[in-house]
Structures are given as structure tokens and as C-alpha cells.
């Protein structure tokens, strides 16, 4: 009898395990897509991307007429499942490219993001470069006279779109620059007010409350035109420095590589919908994100600039993360 | 004055929202999710966090927040009930629950074991509402104290209090220790996390190795396959299995477990120590709460008047522990509220359920969004309330878990934890990494290495490196940053005086063996 039993709740156990690793169905053959639930993959726990995916995805799901479901996987297992997908239009990512390339120039990553089907760009994050009130540098060219003199200490988490824009312009500025890793934009504001680091460069939001409060000053904002909420802040026009527009935190949607050109257009429309929807724009708005979409060759064409001008500055990039 | 009089205001306003039907129910299903996910090893508040976040959306914020902090309160306790009766900690932050709980159980004292520990949270609980209502305006300079230097000695001090306190030989301690460092530079690591270690060309190993499945692994499945062991030896040599003493009727053990709640006021200094060293780690972002119970746990130890029962069945020492559980969390609502820092990986699942709604965290949050706040706070202490009236109504059920055959406990454990691990990224391997961590868990056990140790060093070693870099990035180079501010050298000389208690503490147990791992 109490073999029994014990033979019963390892079979159990077994059959829930089974059902629990085989759930998700497989859309069969499709006849027009979609016809089955899509996946989007997030490879970032947390933060915008995800809250992004999250906003997204019930928009998405009126569009499409199928359910969207999303996957928080992080890091590089993320982005490979995306790469790794069969190209059908069912598992879509969503992610910040520009910090994953340039983590590609350090490291031989399995997958390369210039093959994936890159679908169009939600939104791209601004952000505001602001010293530390300790410093004393509150203008531009503050920071181009001391940077000259001694090393800027900058504020960064991981390899990000912010390291990348932090680099290209002191390289262009010719001031000195190192970093100090943080584990989050969060914790750089914190550390930028703290004086752990001299400066940061993180979303306008994040900083505003400290600016306010007068605990760090704006220096410049990372946007082509000026930055509404700091309207007297130089954007890149004025800092001359409008090349380097396009290195943004660019938080774009991506598909398996070789994706046909019939399901590529499907889903760009449906997200082009979705995310231009005046429900979508009020959201991105109450959440203080910006609406900035971008897609299909206009897109294309700016990811691939970006691409290059990492490429070009490569070895710049390489020794700054080191 | 008028500071004073704002406080006291939003404090009422806080209440009569708490009191509305809404934020009732939101809290109750929060307590009762997060109480069964604490209870149950291998699923942890975070995954019914998580599990939660994509409803809050459609909810209001406030009603969202008291779901939240329902989890969050609850699932200490829930931890705690394994953590005693099972020696597998629901929670990470339910480790030293387990050092003197279990064997309280083992005795037949798990009914008196759960109340002592039902109580104590509610107190820990309480006396976090309180500093955190109290400190919320001074805060900041407190925050301002802790840079990453500071953090760094804070994560060596509580390395080396960790190894104080765990029962065992102190060498064996240290090797436990050690060899979660190592294992925690798995994946990208270096100065600007750039650099991948020890993937062996893996991609799964690229991220490290997941925090979920190592403890999942090391704390509950090890002692999973150990009772399984023990109990097919028994079976084997037909020897009677060697079950914790079932004593009395339901009655007597749901009264027994009565007694155990009114324990904790005859050690009123256990009690305000534990809960003050809780909520001060918790205050200290990226800390979190597997230091703050090895803190509490190690300066009780270090004023006991009877050290010797440390490790052996302590009130003091489970008091201490389960005090600082609870007290971080208020703990932890500090530099969520102040800068957006969480506190620990509940509180980044709070910030993200805000950031859902459009709240930005920040120094004008409380000022902004105080109803959103107070739900929070007070959600935590109300989820405390209801956790604990819903250990006490289960006492007896629950104290009859140590008596439940192994083999039983060792397939629902196997089960529930094979699902947690698959569902933190659906990866196979994630699976594999827990059964892993089983097998060598198991077999460390068996050979008197602290498999707490393990773990515990897993934890503070990624965070420890991560602030080391910080530091030498932030003096460019410079070591004198680690000596340079009062904090970090009060630290180190706090650091020097347990090392040398340690080594006096390991002189006297060499002359005793050691059988406990």
C-alpha cells in the first residue's frame, strides 16, 4: 500500500512537470498570420524595457487579434532566444540595441544583431547630462575647461546607450573621461549627488527631482531640439554635437533573422498601430515616456547609422569600458 | 512643527484609506499569496511579485500597493513555518530562522517554536512602522553615508559575521563561504561588468548563475534529497525513522503554540536589538535582508548569557533572527521612497508596479504621492497582523509538518521546486542548476560544510565585487577611498572585533567536536 502511494505522487509530480514544460501551443500551419498567441521576449528584468513591452502589449493585442504574451528572460539567453526563433512572427523581442551592440564590440556574443529583423522602434529614451553640484561645473563649457585639466568621473550602469553617448562626446569634446558602474540609473542619480561620480547621463525624470532640489545641474540634453521641461539646457544643436543624435537608448522591436517580408510587414503595422494609437500616446505620456516611434526603412536606417558610427569608434568604446 | 503636524496628518489619512474595502481586500489576497508562496520552499515572494505585476496595471494604485506589501509582509512568516519545520527556508531572508528553529522542532517544541517566531515578526513589523515614520525626514543624510566603499564593508562585515554564526567548524564555515564567492563570479563580472568568467562558451552562463535556482538548490533541495537518504537508509537497515517528538493533541500544541507568542516580551532587548539591526540594513540599499538576519543573529549570540544553546535550539537566537526579518522590510521602503533605489528585489518590483502607474520615485514622492506611500507602509504592518492571526488559527496543522513522512515532503519539495526554477526564465538548464545544487548541497551537508555558507556568500560576493570596482572607479584608483570616511573605518574596526570573536569562538569549539552542519 505504501508503495503504492509513493509510486502515485511521483507520477504526479511527473504529469504536472510534463503539463507545466509543454504548455504553449504551437500554431500549426498558418494560413495568414497570426493565427496563434506571439511571444515578446524581453531580455531586461525591470526597468523601461519592460514596462514598455508591458504598455505595448495589450494595444498590441487589440491590433493583432491574438494574444501577446510576454517573456522576461534576461540577457544575452533573451536575446538568443529571439535570434534563435523560427522566423515565423510568433516570438518577437524587445530591447535597447544600442547598449547590446556595443557589448557585441567587447565580447564575440553567438548572435549578431545585425542580422536580426529589426521591425521599428517604439520609442527612443531622452536624457539630460548633469553634474553633481560639488563640482561646480554648470555649463558646457565648464566641463570642456575641467575635463581638459583632469578626468571626469561619469556615472554609468553597464554597457549602455548613456556609456556609449558619454564616450563619443568626450572623445569629441577631447576631455578625459572614466567610468564608475552602477548596478542602475537609479543608483548613478545617487551617485551623481553623492559625488561618487562627477556626472551622469540618464532620462530627464530621473534627474528632474534633484535638479529642483538643486543637488545636480543640468549641463546638456541629448535631444535635437530643445528639452521641454529644461528649456534653458543646451540640447545637441547648440553643443554642436547634432552627429551624435542618433546614439540614443533606442528601445526598438526585433525578430528571429531571414523573417518573410509578408509577416515582417504584418507585425510593423500592427505595433505602428499599437503604438500610434491616441490610448498608447496618453500612456506613454502619464508614464513619462516618450513618443517618438519609428519604423520600417526609416528605422533601418537609422539603426544601421548608429551601427556604423559604433564600428568607426570602436576601439574608443573598447578601452572606455575597460 | 509644521513637519511634525504634515506627518501626523498623512499618517491619519493613510489609515482611513487603509480601512477602506478596497485596500481590505487588496491586503488579504496580497497576505494570503504571499504567505503561500513563503511557505512553500522554492516559490518566493518575488515570484508572486512578479506573478502579480501585469494585474496591477488594471487595478488602482493603491489598491495595487497593499496587494504588494500583503506579499511582502507575508511571506516572511510563511518562510518561517518551513525554515522550522522542514529546515528549508521558504525565503532567502528565513536562513536564520531555521539555525535554532529547527532544532526547537526536532525537540517537539515546533508549535511554541511558530509562536515565538509569529510574535516576534509581528514586533519586528512594528517597530520598522515606527523608525520608518519616525526617520523618513532624516533619512537622507543616512543614505548620503553609505557610498559604495561603505557598502563594501558593510557586505565583508556581514560575510564575516555569517561564518561567526553559523554552527559548524569555522574552517569548513569559511570554505562554504569561499566557494560561493567563487560560483557568484560565474557570467559577466569585472569593472564594468564586460567581462565573461567561468562560461565556458555557455550563453546560459553568461548571466550567471540565477540567484532563484542556487538557493533553491543549496537550501531546500539538498535537504530534500538528505531526508530522502536518511529515510531510505531506515528503511533499509529497518531501523525506526528518528521523526521530531509529536507532542500532545492539536489543542495542547495550538496552546503550546500560544506560549511561544508571549516569549518574545521577556527578551525585550533580543527583540528592539534584532529589529533595530534589521531595519538599519534594510535602509542601506542593495544590501538586503539575508545580512541583516545573520547580523541580528550574530550580536544576540555576542551578549548571550548562554552562547552555548546558539545553533542548539536558541530562543534568543530565533528571536533575533525573525525580528530583523520583518523590521528591513520597513527598512527597505527608504531609499525606494527617497531616491527609487530599491531597498531589495521586492522593492524593484514595487518601483516597477509605480513606474506602471506613471509614479516617479524620487525625494518629492512622499510629498507627491503620499496616499501611494502610506499604502505601502502601512500594508506591510497590516500584512504582518493578518499573517500572523493566520499562523495562529494554523498552528496545529502546521506544527504537524516536521511529522510528515520524508519521502512525501521530498517529492512536493522536488515538484514545486523544479516549477520555480523553470518559470524564473523558462530554461531547462535553470532546472539543472537547481538539481545540481541539490546533489552538491546534499553532499556538502554530509561532510559538515555549511551549505548557508554557500549561499549567503553567493549573495554578498557578487554585490561585494560590484562595490569594490565601484569604489577604485569612483578615487580613480586610489585604495585610500576604502579608509577614507568615519563610516568605513567603524565598519572595519566592527569587522576586526568579530574576527577575533570568531577565532576565540572557533578555539573553544575544537575542544568540542562539532556534529551540526
Given amino acids: 500500500m505504501q508503495g503504492r502511494y509513493r509510486w502515485l505522487v511521483l507520477m504526479l509530480g511527473l504529469l504536472l512537470i510534463a503539463s507545466t514544460l509543454g504548455c504553449g501551443s504551437v500554431p500549426t500551419a498558418a494560413a495568414k498570420y497570426p493565427t496563434g498567441p ?61 547598449g547590446e551592440y556595443g557589448l557585441a564590440l567587447m565580447q564575440k556574443m553567438p548572435y549578431d544583431l545585425r542580422q536580426f529583423t529589426l521591425i521599428g522602434r517604439i520609442n527612443a529614451g531622452t536624457s539630460v547630462l548633469a553634474f553633481g553640484s560639488q563640482t561646480g561645473i554648470k555649463t558646457l563649457d565648464d566641463m570642456k575647461r575641467v575635463g581638459k585639466e583632469k578626468t571626469l568621473r561619469y556615472a554609468s550602469f553597464g554597457f549602455s546607450a548613456a556609456m556609449v553617448q558619454a564616450v563619443l562626446m568626450a572623445e569629441k569634446f577631447g576631455i578625459k573621461i572614466a567610468p564608475v558602474s552602477f548596478p542602475g540609473p537609479a543608483d548613478t542619480v545617487l551617485g551623481v549627488v553623492r559625488g561618487d561620480a562627477d556626472f551622469g547621463l540618464v532620462g530627464t525624470w530621473l534627474f528632474m527631482d534633484q535638479i529642483t532640489a538643486g543637488k545636480v545641474t543640468p549641463v546638456l540634453a541629448w535631444t535635437d531640439v530643445p528639452e521641454p521641461a529644461l528649456p534653458n539646457v543646451p540640447d545637441l544643436k547648440k553643443a554642436a554635437l547634432l552627429d551624435l543624435g542618433p546614439v540614443q537608448s533606442h528601445r526598438i522591436v526585433m525578430a528571429p533573422p531571414k523573417m518573410p517580408a509578408d509577416v515582417t510587414n504584418a507585425i510593423t503595422k500592427a505595433f505602428r498601430d499599437a503604438v500610434g494609437s491616441e490610448a498608447m500616446k496618453k500612456q506613454l505620456t502619464d508614464t513619462k515616456l516618450e513618443t517618438n516611434p519609428l519604423w520600417g526603412d526609416d528605422f533601418r536606417k537609422e539603426i544601421t547609422a548608429v551601427f556604423a558610427m559604433m564600428d568607426k569608434h570602436k576601439d574608443t568604446l573598447v578601452k572606455a569600458a575597460k | 512643527m509644521k513637519g511634525v503636524l504634515d506627518l501626523l496628518d498623512a499618517l491619519v489619512g493613510g489609515l482611513n484609506q487603509a480601512l477602506s474595502v478596497n485596500s481590505l481586500l487588496g491586503l488579504l489576497l496580497g497576505t494570503t499569496v504571499g504567505y503561500i508562496f513563503g511557505f512553500i520552499p522554492g516559490l518566493q515572494s518575488v515570484t508572486a511579485l512578479v506573478l502579480m505585476l501585469p494585474f496591477t496595471f488594471g487595478w488602482d494604485p493603491i489598491t495595487g500597493m497593499y496587494v504588494f506589501a500583503g506579499i511582502i509582509g507575508a511571506a516572511g512568516n510563511g518562510g518561517a513555518v518551513t525554515s522550522i519545520a522542514l529546515n528549508m527556508p521558504g525565503t532567502v531572508v528565513n536562513v536564520a530562522t531555521s539555525l535554532d528553529g529547527y532544532p526547537l522542532a526536532r525537540q517537539g517544541k515546533a508549535s511554541w517554536a511558530l509562536g515565538v517566531a509569529s510574535c516576534t515578526s509581528l514586533l519586528g513589523a512594528a517597530f520598522g512602522l515606527v523608525v520608518l515614520v519616525a526617520v523618513i525626514p532624516l533619512f537622507m543624510p543616512f543614505l548620503m553615508a553609505f557610498g559604495p566603499a561603505e557598502r563594501f564593508w558593510i557586505m565583508v562585515l556581514g560575510m564575516v559575521s555569517m561564518v561567526v554564526a553559523l ?62 537518504a536518511k529515510y531510505r537508509r531506515a528503511m533499509v537497515m529497518n531501523t525506526p525513522r528518528h521523526a521530531p517528538l509529536l507532542v500532545g493533541t492539536a489543542l495542547e500544541r495550538w496552546k503550546d503554540g500560544l506560549a511561544g507568542m508571549r516569549v518574545p516580551f521577556r527578551y525585550p532587548g533580543v527583540v528592539l536589538r534584532g529589529s533595530a539591526i534589521g531595519t538599519l540594513i534594510g535602509a542601506i540599499p542593495g544590501v538586503g535582508g539575508s545580512v541583516a538576519q545573520f547580523f541580528a543573529y550574530n550580536a544576540a549570540y555576542a551578549v548571550s548569557k548562554r552562547p552555548e544553546e546558539f545553533g542548539h535550539g536558541s530562543v534568543e537566537g530565533l528571536i533575533a533572527a525573525q525580528a530583523a526579518v520583518d523590521a528591513k522590510e520597513a527598512g527597505t521602503c527608504l531609499p525606494t521612497f527617497a531616491f527609487g533605489i530599491p531597498g531589495n528585489s521586492e522593492m524593484a518590483l514595487v518601483l ?166
Fill in chain 1, 38 to 98: 506571439v511571444t515578446m521576449i524581453v531580455p531586461y528584468k525591470g526597468g523601461t524595457n519592460e514596462k514598455l513591452a508591458r504598455l505595448v502589449a495589450p494595444e498590441l493585442q487589440k491590433q493583432m487579434g491574438v494574444p501577446v504574451v510576454i517573456e522576461v528572460i534576461p540577457g544575452a539567453d533573451g536575446w538568443n532566444r529571439v535570434f534563435q526563433a523560427k522566423p515565423d512572427g510568433y516570438t518577437i523581442g524587445v530591447g535597447d540595441i544600442v
Fill in chain 2, 167 to 228: 554552527p559548524g567548524d569555522f574552517i569548513k564555515s569559511t570554505i562554504a563561504v569561499a566557494l560561493g564567492i567563487v560560483m557568484a563570479t560565474v557570467g559577466f563580472g569585472g569593472p564594468s561588468m564586460v567581462y565573461p568568467r567561468f562560461t565556458f562558451g555557455s550563453i546560459y552562463l553568461l548571466n550567471g548563475l540565477d540567484l532563484v535556482a542556487v538557493v533553491i538548490g543549496f537550501l531546500v533541495l539538498s535537504e530534500a534529497f538528505v531526508n530522502l
Fill in chain 2, 352 to 517: 516597477a508596479a509605480w513606474e506602471l502607474h506613471g509614479l516617479q520615485p524620487g525625494i518629492y514622492f512622499l510629498r507627491d504621492h503620499a496616499d501611494v506611500a502610506w499604502a505601502l507602509i502601512l500594508g506591510l504592518f497590516g500584512a504582518n497582523i493578518l499573517a500572523t492571526l493566520l499562523q495562529v488559527l494554523c498552528l496545529p496543522v502546521v506544527s504537524y509538518i516536521p511529522h510528515i513522512r520524508e519521502d512525501y515532503v521530498a517529492a512536493a519539495v522536488l515538484v514545486f521546486s523544479i516549477l520555480a526554477a523553470y518559470s524564473i526564465r523558462q530554461n531547462l538548464w535553470d532546472v539543472g542548476l537547481i538539481v545540481f545544487c541539490g546533489v552538491l548541497g546534499a553532499l556538502f551537508k554530509g561532510y559538515g560544510y555549511s551549505i548557508i555558507g554557500i549561499v549567503v556568500g553567493f549573495i554578498l560576493g557578487d554585490l561585494m565585487e560590484a562595490n569594490f570596482h565601484t569604489s577604485l572607479q569612483s578615487s580613480l584608483g586610489s585604495y585610500s577611498i576604502f579608509v577614507s570616511s568615519p563610516v568605513s573605518v567603524f565598519l572595519i574596526a566592527g569587522t576586526a572585533l568579530i574576527l577575533l570573536l570568531s577565532l576565540m569562538r572557533w578555539i573553544r569549539r575544537s575542544r568540542v567536536p562539532a556534529n551540526r552542519a
